[in-house]
């Protein structure tokens, strides 16, 4: 597993990995932690380049809007229709890891894409990367996935149920355990 700096390996995609919406004066809008995890990515892009593929994935909806949807509208707003050159694809179906991962992987099947990094905060990338490996070898895909931590962060701008780090944790142990034993 690779958190923060990647390999030399040029990338055929990066997929982003939200991380909840906020309702803020009415507007319906990214947590620090996806903003956080997008803002990884701009920065990957200029390290790679503006034509890879992007994928905001995420279907976790408040008043209509979801992740992936935040997610596009944020790093359009932040980045620019004229500096990002590349495809992006809106993974909006998913409720849950698991579902990320599975529409995911079905999209890099259907692109043909090999080499693949996955965004998400550090405390996640575990259960990622066990998720996205029992897929690998069920599906018998010859993929190479690096999966990079964004920024981690806590307090009144995330999701009310993740405020506290200890909650996230238990959160987290319990379901990668779950993913394990499934």
Not at 32 to 38: A, I, K, L, S, W
Request: hydrophobic share 40%; glycine share 6%; proline share 3%.
């Amino acid at each position: 597993m690779i958190i923060g700096k990647v390999e030399a390996i040029q990338p055929d995609a990066i997929i982003v990995i939200g991380a909840g919406l906020l309702e803020i004066k009415e507007h319906i809008i990214c947590s620090n932690q996806t903003r956080n995890n997008v803002d990884k990515a701009k920065n990957l892009l200029f390290q790679y380049s503006t034509y890879l593929p992007l994928v905001f994935s995420g279907g976790y909806t408040y008043y209509g809007i979801t992740e992936a949807e935040a997610m596009y509208e944020y790093f359009i707003n932040s980045i620019g229709k004229s500096v990002y050159h590349g495809d992006i694809y809106l993974e909006f179906q998913s409720q849950n890891n698991y579902d990320k991962i599975k529409y995911c992987l079905n999209l890099i099947q259907e692109q043909n894409w090999h080499n693949i990094i996955i965004i998400d905060q550090p405390m996640r990338l575990f259960q990622l990367k066990i998720l996205v490996y029992k897929e690998i070898k069920r599906r018998k895909l010859n993929v190479r996935i690096d999966f990079v931590g964004a920024q981690p962060t806590w307090g009144e701008n995330i999701q009310p149920q993740w405020r506290n780090p200890v909650v996230f944790v238990i959160y987290e142990i319990l379901s990668t355990g779950y993913y394990i034993i499934c």
